[in-house]
Every structure is written in structure tokens, then in C-alpha cells.
């Protein structure tokens, strides 16, 4: 089947002319009529745009274009703004915003030949780890646990990006990860995902959540689609001030450079007397891979991880809050009127957020209002310093780190909804590098006992990305993960 094939693989079929651009994209929006009502993987569908942009790319195929992602079909998470196509962030205050311009990634996209089959589902400004949190309905997880058909959580906030491509309804995906959304959904969902250095794809264009901490990264079924996407999606962008002025180097390359003599570090804090066993042992297992490949495995210490989720959940409500305050009903999406200026400001808003990023925005303006400023706020920029540092240090001693991606695998929709900080601690291994800026991978390493997918995590130097695949596309060679989601291996659904 067409939907089987990875990125590189259906690129390949495209310039042998095994299939057309049409007939590839045909193939996914019938997979996305078939199967996204069940998953609720795209908020919204643009089949036309994808006939279009598929016809236009047989076109260029057939006077010897060759482009990097001609023909391939994509999800496109809604986080980023598309000319002429509704993007609302998962938020009813963006329902009705269809942007007037094309982010800087996506539009990097376009220049490459890629076709958008539509924009897919998040947690609601991305803020999430389950999508349970979107305005538009939660996104189903396309695996379940063996023998138990209660629908999962995909991960969030990349939660339909990550579900559109293990149910293969997309060969890859556009995400964001401000604290883990695009490594913690790749894990649950049993794909990879690539959260690059920030600043190495430009933010311009993609809704706003903490901006020191945003990152664009591709998600896809292989390493190696995840670095052809990326090499696209890349590049230094003037309109972003804090966008790299970096050559992109490529990234495909890197994948079979193999870990020969590379100095792969454990951080001995990322380990917990309640971390399940499986998780423990498939972090073990990469380990033993990625020696048995001629990698030395090193151990380190990032003394400040365990402040990394607290003041992570002080940095990213409180620039949420920040950036969250243009939407007032006078510029931008929804707009509920009321008696005079303030109560239709306040209305709006009301209804505008959900529970979670009201919640978020109540923190972000907390910990920067005037007498709570110094406690919370600065208290918490001096030990994100400290994280960058514990990374410095241990990368002065080796090339990556390996760790696990999440402390759990895909959990129930409804779990952990009443309990915000049970929810945060998902995120308590991706965070650190968040704060750090640095690059991290997730590669599906196997199945746990209930044949639910586990990642691990590789984190590399800053704009090292290079190192992060090589080490990335070594797990995945030995963990030879061939694994189908419950929706495809046949169990019902
Ligand atoms: N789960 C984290 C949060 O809720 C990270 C989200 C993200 O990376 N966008 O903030």
C-alpha cells in the first residue's frame, strides 16, 4: 500500500515514476476519510489544495524538477499559520482565523515541493501533554494495549501530528515542542521526532506559546524522514531575531554515520526508584546497542535536572501569559461582545481559552506580577542558567546523552485530567533540554508488556543535530522497530 511506504521510500517511488504525485496523495486522504474519524488526528482537511499542489508537483516531476519533498504529503500541525487555511492553535479564540501569510517553515515546505493535506489537532496552544485540551476534541492514540480496546492519549501537544503518521495518514508532520510536544507523542505513538536546537527553524509564523522555548521539529515513521524534513524546514529566517544564522548541513547524511568511537553519556539523575522496569530496561537495552556498535558509554551527572519542572512550569505559563495577551477580541479570531470595552475583553476571553490555558495564563501573571516577580520568575531564569550549564558540562565529556523519552507509555484518555501536576510530570525528561535549548531525538526502541511503543531519548550539543541522528539511526537499525497500531494490525477499534 502507498500509506506504508516512508517519506524516502515514496520520494524514491515518485522519481521512478513507480506512482504518481496523485496518486500518493489520494492514497492519504483516503486513509484520512477512513480512519480520522476515528482518530481525530486533522482539525481540518484541505483535499483540494492537496489535489492541487499533488498535480502541480506531477507537473514538475515530469520536466525533471528535483525537489526534496516533491509530492510528499504532509500534516501540518495548526499550530502554524497557513495562507488561506483556517489555523486555530486548537483554541475556540482561533476558530474562525484563516491567516492572511504562510509561517516561514511551512512556506520553506512549499518550496520543496510538499503537499498539505491539512492541519492537524493539538492540545490547545500547544499546552498539554495528552490532547485532551484541544477545543476541536481529543485526538485517539491509533495503538491500544493488547486484549483492552479503551481509547489512549497520543502524547501532546503534537498529539494529531503524531497520530496522522503512525496511522498513516501522513508520511510525516510538522510540530512544536516547547517542553516535549513533538519527543513524548513520537514516543506514545511509536514514530520518531526531532526537537532541533532553538533557533534552528524559525518561529515566524507559528502561534506563539513561550518563545524561548518553541521549537519546530518534523515527526515521521523513520530517523531518516525526520532528517529530510528537517533539512527543508530549516534555515536561518530575518524575520525571526532569534533564528540561527547557521548553514543547514545534511541531515541524511548524518544518519549512517554510525557511533563508532562516539562517547554516548547517561545522566544519573534521569534515574528513579519509580521509573517502571520496562522503561528501565529498554534504556539499558539502547545502551547495550549502542556499545555493541562501538560507542562508549559514559557516565555523567546534570545536577539541576530535578528543578527542571518546576521552573519550567513557572517559564512557559509566564511567557504564555505574555504572548497569550493579544487575543482581546479586537485583533485576531473570536470576539464576544459585551456591556463596554473591558467585559467584551473579559467575555472573549472567557470563552475564548479552555480550562488549561486559563489556568496557565492565572500562573504566567502570578509569578510576573510586581511582589512575586524576583521569587518565581528571575528566581526561576538563574536555574534554567544552571540546566544550560549541567548540559555544557556533561557535553565537554560526551557526544550525547541517551535517556528515556517519557516515564510512561501511552495512558487512558480521562487519565491524569483531574490532577494538572500528575500531567506535568510526563514531561519531567524532555523539559530539561527544553530549558537548555539543546537537540533531542525519540526513536521507538519496542513494546512494553501491554505492546504499547516506548521511545528513547538522545540529546545532543547545540546545533549538533548531526551527532543526534547518527546515534538516532543507529537505536533504530537495532531495535528494528516494525511494529502496526492496534488500527492497522487488525484488532478492533
Ligand atoms: N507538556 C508540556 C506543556 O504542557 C510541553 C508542551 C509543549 O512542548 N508544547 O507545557
Known amino acids: 500500500m502507498l500509506t506504508d511506504l516512508s517519506l524516502v521510500e515514496a520520494r524514491d517511488g515518485l522519481r521512478r515514476r513507480d506512482f504518481s504525485a496523485v496518486e500518493l496523495t489520494e492514497a492519504h486522504l483516503d486513509a484520512v476519510a ?15 489544495m492537496a489535489r492541487t499542489q499533488a498535480a502541480a508537483a506531477d507537473a514538475a516531476l515530469a520536466a525533471g524538477e528535483d525537489r526534496p519533498l516533491l509530492g510528499l504529503p504532509l500534516a501540518i500541525k495548526d499550530l502554524f499559520c497557513t495562507e488561506g487555511v483556517r489555523t486555530t492553535a486548537g483554541s475556540r479564540i482561533l476558530e474562525p482565523f484563516v491567516p492572511p501569510y504562510e509561517s516561514t517553515v511551512t512556506a520553506n515546505l512549499l518550496r520543496d515541493g510538499a503537499v498539505f493535506l491539512g492541519k492537524a489537532n493539538l492540545d490547545e496552544f500547544a499546552m498539554g501533554s495528552s490532547n485532551m485540551t484541544s477545543a476541536f476534541g481529543p485526538v485517539r492514540n491509533p495503538w491500544t494495549r493488547r486484549g483492552d480496546n479503551r481509547p489512549l492519549v497520543p502524547g501532546g501537544s503534537s498529539g494529531g501530528s503524531c497520530a496522522a503518521v503512525a496511522a498513516r ?24 521526532g526531532v526537537k532541533p536546537t532553538y533557533g534552528r527553524c524559525s518561529r515566524w509564523g507559528i502561534v506563539a506559546f ?32 532569534t533564528s540561527a544564522d547557521r548553514a543547514v548541513p545534511d541531515f541524511a547524511a548524518a544518519c549512517r554515520r554510525g557511533v563508532r568511537g562516539l562517547r554516548i553519556g547517561v545522566p544519573r539523575e534521569y534515574r528513579s526508584d519509580s521509573m517502571p522496569p520496562e522503561i528501565e530496561a ?39 501569559s505574555s504572548n497569550l495577551a493579544r487575543y482581546d477580541g479586537v485583533r485576531f479570531g473570536r470576539r464576544v461582545e459585551g456591556e463596554d470595552l473591558t467585559d ?62 517519557a516515564p510512561s507509555a501511552a495512558f487512558a484518555q480521562g487519565d491524569k485530567m483531574d490532577d494538572p501536576v500528575a500531567m506535568y510530570l510526563n514531561d519531567v525528561f524532555t523539559v530539561p533540554a527544553s530549558m537548555a535549548g539543546v537537540p533531542g531525538l525519540s526513536v521507538p526502541a519496542g513494546l512494553d508488556g501491554q505492546g504499547l511503543p516506548l521511545g528513547l531519548q538522545v540529546l545532543g550539543r547545540p546545533f549538533d543535530e548531526e551527532t543526534v541522528f547518527a546515534v538516532g539511526a543507529v537505536l533504530e537499525r537495532a531495535a528494528g522497530f516494525r511494529h502496526l497500531p492496534a488500527i492497522w494490525a487488525g484488532a478492533p477499534a
Open 344 to 405: 467584551m475583553y473579559e467575555r472573549t476571553r472567557a470563552e475564548g481559552f479552555g480550562a488549561e490555558v486559563r489556568r496557565r495564563v492565572m500562573i504566567g501573571t502570578y509569578v510576573l506580577s510586581a511582589g512575586y516577580y524576583d521569587a518565581y520568575y528571575l528566581r526561576a531564569q538563574k536555574v534554567r542558567a544552571l540546566i544550560l550549564r549541567d548540559f555544557t558540562d556533561a557535553y565537554a565529556q560526551v557526544d550525547a546523552l541517551l535517556t528515556p523519552t
Open 282 to 320: 529498554m534504556w539499558q537495552q539502547g545502551l547495550a546497542w549502542l556499545r555493541d556498535e562501538g560507542a562508549e558509554i559514559v557516565d555523567v551527572s546534570l545536577p539541576h535536572t530535578k528543578y527542571g519542572l518546576a521552573t519550567y512550569y513557572i517559564v512557559a505559563p509566564a511567557e504564555a
Open 169 to 192: 495518514m501522513a508520511l510525516g508532520a510538522t510540530a512544536t515542542d516547547t517542553g516535549g510536544s513533538i519527543r513524548q507523542p513520537a514516543s506514545f505513538c511509536g514514530i520518531a
Open 34 to 48: 477512513a480512519l480520522n474519524p476515528r482518530i481525530n488526528a486533522f482539525i481540518t482537511v484541505s483535499a483540494d
Open 210 to 241: 513561550a518563545s524561548s522555548l518553541d521549537q519546530a521539529g518534523p515527526v515521521a515513521r523513520t530517523v531518516e524522514d525526520c532528517a529530510v524534513l528537517l533539512g527543508s524546514m530549516a534555515g536561518f529566517d530575518p524575520k525571526d531575531s
